[in-house]
């Protein structure tokens, strides 16, 4: 049908008008303006959620300024906010969180694509999908009741090992910036491993037949011509489980101690961006206090431009270095 | 065929008594403290199996947002943990041109409970003690202030671990305010709020999260509310009270504490956390619906009066199976009373 279709039209005498028509039929111009509308729509409620966190923030930016970002007080009572402890709570974790969560993604991603069977591989990720599902108050529950108590176990070992770092020291009492760290890179590890191997699976053929080819082992393959290919897949999905661990609430709030200071030791409390505002918002009288914690929503809304900006720089800069 | 024009007249008289229930149907749409949830549930539930053309639609959204709602008149009544403020209270007034009444439905209490390695019993504290643990002076076990409250039980030499509420919280909120009214040093240096900034300890959310982290970490002492320590079966401390008693928590203590208040005040805004009288619990606390003053539409004034009459007469007696504590007789007298302020 779309085959002739053009056929006909082409025996007219064309014009600008007929061109459109036909496109039109064709389907090019309702593609275009559908896909533009959904382009616009996801800009228009982007937009539209930075102006409402900026309009309903104005007292609180009004009154703290730029000291919102770098005092560490935080009380309901007196009304005096400063958001420096959630950042630094929210950028930790989440560090953790990707130092942790890269490395067993990637890998297993690998193991999936690369070397697993098939049938093996097909199930394992379906398993791996599922974990994405999972919501995350479950995971804030598991780590709770049985990631916290195994970690108050491995205490002793982990403090034998790394205790000498200043990041390791200090009392221990389960729920810590390490606790909320193990949690979400468990959370991020299906995104990782999902998009990396769907990713992994789509270099084409030839480059693995020609690397072959030339002699290299299946590992010298898979690391040196495979992985590189895939790398700026791999990266999106990175990015992607970094946005998931800045803005995850329940699961961080129930392992991480919710304590607003700052402590270099991983072992101590933290709390979160978001964090603070599930927690606090319901029941936040008071418009300064309310705009406080909406201006925290702003801020982490920045932040994850920031850091996104940040590794995006990182990912050019890597692969200018490399590029063939 | 004697079957279909049995169905058919079945659906046609089921329509009927839906277009003459409908006629009548009046929904109610209130919102506002968890604490009371289940309570409230379960009373919109039975008197909608009473009145079946009377629907309460409850969201437990928080007291917070129970008094914002009322306030911006997107719920036909609000209801709360604490009270209203008199800023509150004129918001209301100047917004919507008539006053909030506050309704006392049932009692909550919140206990101290602890996690002490080789202690099992019911530990004795004292109001100093409290106050001291949560302002992080007390910071060992076997301080003086604890072991002479505790003859007889032997308490370790351990640093104590304060685990609070993390979520902005009517739990947080009665127990602070009972803190501030015991320490002057807590009502200077803390104050009372849904949330404060706490002088020491961790955050858990939600009851379940302060007792999953008393339960994990060994010499550690929170607070939960009672209701929620008595359904998980949790050991929990004695407080003392104004009349020097130890006082465990219970139904009747908790009533014990809003029938020790003599002067209750026309409004019922009033904190009973360190009531005086024997045999009371001292961190207690009403919960209250806010019913506004004036309610345009004659069906639903009349369904929300009606209600709070039953509530206050036959679904006082379903409060103890919930485990909330009912109000005192001379509370029920007075607010049915304040039931006629509403036109």
């Known amino acids: ?324 | 065929m004697t079957r279909r024009i049995f169905i058919v007249s079945a659906a046609l008289a089921a329509a009927l008594t839906m277009g003459v229930a409908s006629a009548q149907q009046v929904l109610i749409n209130a919102g506002g403290a968890t604490f009371p949830y289940p309570m409230y549930s379960k009373w919109f539930d039975e008197y909608h199996k009473k009145f079946s053309n009377i629907a309460i639609n409850y969201a437990s959204i928080g007291s917070g947002g129970g008094i914002a709602q009322v306030t911006a008149g997107t719920v036909d009544f609000g209801a709360s943990d604490g009270p209203m403020t008199d800023m509150q209270l004129k918001d209301f007034q100047d917004k919507r041109g008539s006053a909030i009444l506050h309704f006392p439905t049932v009692l909550g209490a919140v206990v101290p409970t602890y996690n002490i390695p080789g202690v099992t019993g019911s530990l004795n504290f004292t109001a100093e003690a409290l106050a001291g643990i949560f302002l992080g002076k007390i910071t060992k076990w076997d301080d003086p202030e604890l072991t002479k409250a505790n003859p007889g039980i032997k308490l370790p030499s351990n640093n104590i671990v304060v685990v609070h509420r993390s979520d902005g919280s009517g739990t947080t909120y009665v127990w602070v305010d009972y803190l501030s009214k015991i320490s002057k040093e807590w009502e200077t240096k803390v104050g009372k709020a849904t949330s404060v900034n706490w002088p020491v300890g961790l955050g858990g959310k939600g009851n379940e999260g302060v007792s999953g982290s008393v339960q994990q970490t060994a010499n550690s002492v929170g607070y939960v509310e009672l209701i929620y320590a008595v359904q998980n079966k949790m050991t929990y401390g004695k407080v003392k009270n104004v009349a020097g008693e130890f006082v465990q928590a219970s139904l009747a203590s908790v009533t014990a504490a809003a029938a020790g208040m003599k002067d209750m005040p026309e409004d019922f805004r009033v904190s009973i956390t360190n009531a005086p009288g024997k045999g009371v619990y001292p961190i207690s606390s009403f919960t209250w619906l806010l019913i506004p003053s004036k309610i345009a539409d004659p069906a639903k004034k009349k369904a929300i009066k009606d209600f709070l009459t039953w509530m206050l007469a036959d679904g006082q007696k379903m409060t103890e199976a919930l485990s909330y504590a009912q109000l005192p007789k001379a509370v029920v007298a007075k607010e049915v009373k304040t039931i006629d302020k509403i036109q």
């Open chain 1, 1 to 324: 049908m779309s085959v002739t279709a053009p056929n006909v039209f082409d025996a007219r005498p064309s014009g600008r008008v007929s061109a459109f028509l036909r496109r039109l039929r064709s389907g090019d111009e309702i593609a275009y303006v559908v896909t533009l509308t959904c382009a616009l729509t996801i800009l228009a409620i982007t937009a539209l959620l930075v102006f409402e966190l900026y309009a309903n923030s104005g007292q609180a930016r009004h009154k703290f300024g730029w000291s919102f970002l770098t005092t560490s007080t935080w009380d309901p009572v007196v009304e005096q906010f400063g958001a420096l402890p959630f950042i630094y709570g929210t950028v930790v974790t989440s560090a953790l969180a990707l130092l942790l969560g890269i490395p067993l993604g990637v890998g297993a991603a690998i193991f999936l694509a690369e070397l697993a069977p098939t049938r093996i591989s097909n199930a394992l990720t379906f398993l791996i999908e599922l974990l994405a599902a999972v919501p995350s108050v479950i995971f804030g529950l598991l780590g709770i009741f049985i990631l916290v108590p195994a970690l108050i176990s491995l205490e002793p070992a982990i403090r034998a090992v790394l205790g000498w770092t200043p990041l390791f020291s200090g009392p221990f009492y389960g729920v810590s910036m390490l606790s909320a760290g193990v949690v979400l890179s468990v959370m991020i590890v299906p995104f990782i491993i999902s998009i990396s191997r769907e990713v992994i699976l789509a270099v084409p053929t030839e480059q693995r037949e020609g690397a072959l080819a030339l002699g290299a082992t299946k590992w010298e393959t898979t690391w040196d011509v495979v992985i590189p290919f895939a790398r700026k897949g791999i990266m999106g999905s990175i990015f992607l489980a970094l946005a998931r661990s800045l803005g995850e609430t329940m699961a961080v709030t129930m392992v991480i101690g919710n304590e607003p200071k700052i402590h270099q030791s991983l072992f101590a409390p933290g709390y979160s961006i978001a964090a603070i505002i599930a927690n606090e918002f319901a029941e936040a009288p008071g418009e300064l206090y309310r705009g406080a914690l909406i201006e925290l929503g702003l801020v982490l809304f920045g932040l994850t431009i920031v850091i996104n900006g940040l590794a995006r720089m990182l990912v050019v800069s890597t692969t200018k270095k490399g590029a063939s």
